[in-house]
Structures are given as C-alpha cells and as structure tokens.
Nanobody, 126 residues
Framework: VQLQASGGGLVQAGDSLRLSCATS????????MDWFRQAPGREREFVAA????????DYADSVKGRFTISRDNAKNTVSLQMNSLKPEDTAVYYCAADFRPYSDYVTRLSGDMDYWGKGTQVTVSS
C-alpha cells in the first residue's frame, strides 16, 4: 500500500485547510487510517483516526472540535478537514494505515501503523 498526502500550505491563524491522502491497493477498506503530525523539535503525535467503516473516529484533545477526519472507500482516500487553525498546528502531517481486516476500530498508536505516507507541510502564521 502506498500513501500520498497532499493539501498542506501556508495559512493564517483561523483559516482552514483540507488534507487528503490517496492510497493504492484494493483493500483500502480493511485499513484503519490515521493522521499524525510532527512539529520541529518535537516527537510525532497522533491527530485523528477513522475505522474502516467510517463509523468510529478518534481525535487528539488538541484538535477535537476543529478537525474532522473522513474517508471514501470507493475512492481510496482519507481526508482531514482542519478549521480554526492555530500556529501550534504547524507541523508536517502524515497519513498512515493499520491493516485490520474484520475489525472496525481505531488506534492512536504509531507503532500499530503498517504503512506511512510522505508528509505534507502545514504552516499557520499568527
């Protein structure tokens, strides 16, 4: 499975961005999909996750209520809608996939991820 994130950019505080992650492979619906981010000098951190069905989602407290994760299994894509962006959201954002057939669940653990995409830079100016 190959993952390709896109949609990053430079925005001002309060603006919105929509990140997308395109995936290859025919078993996309068997994957839990996550977004992580890594700011300069900081460890990579969990942002959001969505189960294969899309019925279960999970968010880091820092983004809850501002970010929304969604997926389109027919198009093999997962998206992250980011609203009310703050300077502290500045980071490289990565999409990742955890192969979990027959298990409709989510995980925050980066160690559970089987595949990672190259990141996309999000910069929020104050």
């Amino acid at each position: 499975v190959q993952l390709q994130a896109s949609g990053g950019g430079l925005v001002q505080a309060g603006d919105s961005l929509r990140l997308s992650c395109a995936t290859s492979g025919r078993t996309f619906s068997s994957y839990v999909m996550d977004w992580f981010r890594q700011a300069p000098g900081r460890e990579r951190e969990f942002v959001a996750a969505i189960s294969w069905s899309g019925k279960i989602t999970d968010y880091a407290d820092s983004v809850k209520g501002r970010f929304t994760i969604s997926r389109d299994n027919a198009k093999n894509t997962v998206s992250l809608q980011m609203n009310s962006l703050k300077p502290e959201d500045t980071a490289v954002y990565y999409c990742a996939a955890d192969f979990r057939p027959y298990s409709d669940y989510v995980t925050r653990l980066s160690g559970d991820m089987d595949y990672w995409g190259k990141g996309t830079q999000v910069t929020v100016s104050s």
